[in-house]
């Protein structure tokens, strides 16, 4: 089982040597793809014997489809910058690896462990989110609305394993990058969901961040992590309220034109 790991990366030289470094046991090759970094981010991968490429954004979606392709090996890791093995997860793939059959599954999923501000989030949604992030490249592929993507099987009967190791994944290391991230990616789903033709009825504008809050933060025992659980829970229910604003604003702005 030879693996390619595949990265795109974008000014992630806070990220990208950490996620280089939680690699090295378990690559056959590894793929950077970056839409042309102007800090650190290349400097530090050629100190790695890294295959670095570089692409304008496509889109998260395409982009990671496009860095896929690039790849030498069937097998995927895929991983952001901001995301690192766990020794676990590393001990897990090289079980794979080393065994001399043909895996039985067509891919793997695994579960995302998010580090919000120093503190690990063990609860709300952000915990386990599982995730299908090993796979052969010719029975999955990347879809989703952008910048919410996820691997898709080309089969639907296609197995897929579980393996139970986290996806370590360094989020935020601020309150103001969360909220400008947030913002960012907001734009993106607003104008892809328009763009797609769906609406943004106005009962969803109120309901709907109350139920994301309650969910994450009740159901999903968000408040045993404590207080940034609850930060985590409350910006992720504004979220949702600036997402179905913004539709309905560019819905308004289509309709005045």
């Given amino acids: 089982m030879k693996l390619s790991v595949v990265i795109i990366t974008f000014n992630e030289e806070q990220n990208i040597q950490r996620c280089l470094e939680s690699v090295q046991a378990v690559a056959d090759e ?25 692409q304008a954004f496509l889109g998260y979606v395409e982009q990671k489809n496009f860095a896929s392709a690039q790849a030498s090996n069937d097998w995927i890791l895929s991983l ?51 995730r299908i992030r090993l796979f052969h490249r010719k029975k999955a592929y990347w879809t989703g609305i952008n910048p919410h993507d996820y691997i898709q099987m080309q089969n639907k009967n296609a197995a897929v394993g579980k393996l ?7 989020s935020y290391y601020s309150i103001p990058q969360h909220i400008a991230q947030l913002n960012h990616f907001t734009s993106i789903m607003a104008e892809t969901i328009v763009k797609n033709g769906k609406k943004a009825p106005l009962y969803k504008l ?13 159901l ?38």
């Fill in 220 to 257: 999903r025992l968000g408040f045993l992590d404590g207080y940034y659980g609850f930060v985590v829970c409350a910006i992720s229910a504004f979220a949702t309220f600036i997402k179905y604003l913004k539709i309905r604003e560019l819905l308004k702005n289509q309709k005045e034109k």
């Fill in 164 to 170: 139970n190791g986290d996806i370590l994944h360094y």
């Fill in 80 to 130: 952001d910058a901001d995301e690192a093995l766990s020794e676990k997860l590393t001990n897990e793939i090289l079980a794979l690896k080393k065994k001399q059959e043909t895996p039985q599954a067509d891919a793997f999923s695994m579960p995302r462990l998010t580090n919000y501000l120093g503190k690990w989030i063990r609860h709300t949604d952000w915990y386990p989110d599982r």
């Fill in 206 to 218: 109120f309901i709907n961040p109350l139920w994301k809050f309650f969910y994450s933060y009740v």
């Fill in 30 to 54: 590894i793929v950077v793809v970056d839409s042309f970094s102007t800090d650190k981010t290349a400097e530090i991968c050629q100190k790695y014997q890294v295959r670095f490429i570089h």
